[in-house]
Every structure is written in structure tokens, then in C-alpha cells.
């Protein structure tokens, strides 16, 4: 099993990124903040301006190291790629069953059955641990309408059936999403998702953490050898990894909603680490951001057990394991692909 390596997240809008030798080293003006060994690294998100030198982007690309440069508001900008990787005749397949609509259905539907689940398991969860919740009807009713649509979705008969019953399906479930904040409400409640730009701070959030789950999902689809750009549910446009976005559907819920609601009802975030801009967006500062990513790496690095693989592997390395069967049923290994549910 591949080995969970550090992701190296650089926030201060002032660093830049260099090479010595074997070695990142970050820069603010003539002095070196950090330094570490490429070979200890396996992805680099810069959210500053500055930029990077030619000499470091050249040493990921040889060593396979994903390099994103991002916004401060956690906007993609771009991504730095070597040499594609992987078999050519996988990639063939990939392209093959992206242009057949019954093909890219197939996997589309387990896409989708796996993105309900976990949001229906999100609910439950919930239902489960709060008293408050339980007695909700709503609750009860979302939870119904979820188990409804995963049924329906193992049988619709196009892409674009089954993108409308996903977007229903996320409608039901974001809209009971501000009864799992259970604190902070005066700073974090939740009316609805926006993104471009997040309005209101849970947004905000949620926001910052899908661009990192999907910087995640993005190296994982390289590491294994398929087309990040080359998607089956989300149709294909220039610029956009599109069968990242179709990963990100089965694990946004499980990794990046409940991270979220924990943060917030830990209080590990509060109001003060967020500022709304003229464009009436709102983004973290910097120190909120510091503190998220630390969040995130630590959830990372815990252990469970790999409901297919029935494997014990760390929650940071799911990307790369639905990417690796993904790539299994590609070349024909496995019957169908097999998404991620939580249980």
C-alpha cells in the first residue's frame, strides 16, 4: 500500500518557493522560513503570488510531486505537471468509456450511490449523537428522501436523469445542513450553498477544503495513471479535472462536511477568523486558514478500515485507493468500480 507523505501548504502570500539541491525551501525576501527533502513531500499548495522557480518545478514534475498554486480565498489558479504517467492503453480506455454515455453511466451511478449514502450517513450519524436532532422531522424526512433516492439512482437511464437526481439529492441534504451546527450559530449558521463566492463563513469552509480534497484527488488520478481532466459525470470543458470532480462526490461528505461541523461545533474556529470583502464574499485570514489545514492534516493521518479492501489505511490515502480501483475497473480487473461508504 502506498505510503501517506506530507503535504506541503504554503499560506503566506509572501513566500516563495525554491530549490536547493535535494530540497524545498520556502523564502520571505532573502530569508529561508523552511526547508525540506522533496523525497519526504508528495504535494505542494502555494496560496501565495509570488510564485515558484523553475529549478523546483522542474524537480516535482521529475519526482512526481503535485504542485498547486492557489488563491488566498482557496481559488485554483494552476498546477505545475511532468510527463504523463501510467499506461497508455489505460488512458485509451479512460477516453473510450468517457465518449460511450451507457459506459460512463455505469460508473456515474456508483459515483452517485456512494455521494447519497454518505450524506444520508452524515445525517444519521448525527441523528444518532444529538437528542436535538432526533427529534427533528426533518431530519427523519431528509433521511427517508435520501434512502429513496438511492434507489432510484441504481435505475435511471441517462447521465442527465442522473444529474438531476443528484442535484435534488444535495438539495435535501443542504437543506438541513445549519441543524447539524449545533454552536457558534450567531457566527456560523448555513442558508444554502454558495460558492463563487462563498457568502457566509460555514461556506467559506466548505469551500477552501473541497479545492484541498481536490488538489488530493487531482495527484492520486496522476499518480495511478488516469486523466484527471477526462471525466464521466461531470462533462469535460478546458481547464477543468473533471473526473477529480467526479471522485470528489463520493468523499466530500465523509471527509470534508463532518470536518467542518467539528470544527465549528469544537470550536476550533470562531467568527473573528473571517472577513467579508467589498465583493460581499467571504474568506479566512490567514491564521484561521493555518489552523484548518492543521485540522485537516491531523484527520489525514487517522487509521480505518477500507470498507472494499477491508484494510487498515490512513483516511488521507482514500483518494488514491478509489483512484487505484477506479484504474482496476478501467483495465477491466474488476467487475464494477467500487465506491467509498461509510459505515
Known amino acids: 500500500m502506498r505510503k501517506l507523505l506530507n503535504t506541503l501548504y504554503v499560506t503566506n502570500p509572501d513566500s516563495y518557493l525554491a530549490r536547493d ?6 523564502r520571505i525576501g532573502n530569508e529561508i522560513k523552511f526547508r525540506m527533502p522533496i523525497h519526504n513531500i508528495e504535494g505542494i499548495v502555494s496560496f501565495g503570488y509570488i510564485g515558484a522557480s523553475p529549478s523546483l518545478m522542474g524537480l516535482c514534475a521529475e519526482r512526481g510531486v503535485a504542485l498547486t498554486f492557489l488563491t488566498e480565498t482557496g481559488r485554483f489558479l494552476a498546477s505545475v505537471q511532468g510527463p504523463l504517467k501510467g499506461n497508455i492503453l489505460l488512458r485509451k480506455q479512460q477516453y473510450k468509456v468517457a465518449e460511450s454515455e451507457a459506459e460512463s453511466l455505469l460508473i456515474s451511478q456508483n459515483l452517485i450511490v456512494g455521494k447519497i449514502s454518505n450524506s444520508r450517513a452524515v445525517l444519521q450519524r448525527a441523528i444518532r449523537d444529538h437528542d436535538v436532532l432526533a427529534k427533528n422531522p426533518e431530519m427523519k424526512r431528509s433521511v427517508d428522501y435520501l434512502s429513496r433516492q438511492i434507489e432510484k439512482a441504481q435505475r435511471v437511464k441517462s447521465l442527465d436523469q442522473l444529474r438531476g437526481l443528484e442535484g435534488d439529492s444535495a438539495k435535501c441534504y443542504f437543506g438541513v445542513f445549519d441543524f447539524l451546527i449545533l454552536k457558534n450559530k450567531d457566527d456560523f449558521y448555513f442558508h444554502g450553498r454558495t460558492r463563487r463566492p462563498p457568502l457566509d463563513n460555514v461556506n467559506a469552509l466548505l469551500s477552501f477544503l473541497y479545492t484541498m480534497l481536490t488538489h488530493d484527488i ?7 495513471g488516469l486523466d484527471p481532466a477526462a471525466g464521466f459525470f461531470h462533462q469535460p470543458r478546458p481547464g477543468r479535472p473533471s473526473l477529480a470532480l467526479d471522485l470528489i462526490e463520493e468523499l466530500r461528505a465523509y471527509l470534508v462536511d463532518r470536518l467542518v461541523l467539528s470544527a465549528i461545533n469544537l470550536k476550533q474556529v470562531d467568527g473573528k477568523g473571517f472577513v467579508l470583502k467589498e465583493s460581499g464574499g467571504v474568506v479566512m485570514n490567514q491564521d484561521t486558514r493555518k489552523e484548518i489545514i492543521a485540522i485537516w492534516q491531523k484527520r489525514k493521518k487517522e487509521i480505518i478500515t477500507h470498507p472494499f479492501l477491508n484494510e487498515k489505511i490512513e483516511i488521507g490515502l482514500l483518494p488514491y485507493v478509489q ?8 483495465r477491466g480487473d474488476l467487475g464494477c468500480y467500487a465506491p467509498f461508504f461509510w459505515r
Open 21 to 26: 539541491g535535494e530540497n524545498v525551501v520556502v
Open 218 to 224: 487531482r495527484a492520486a488520478l496522476e499518480t495511478v
Open 323 to 330: 483512484a487505484l480501483l477506479l484504474a482496476r475497473h478501467l
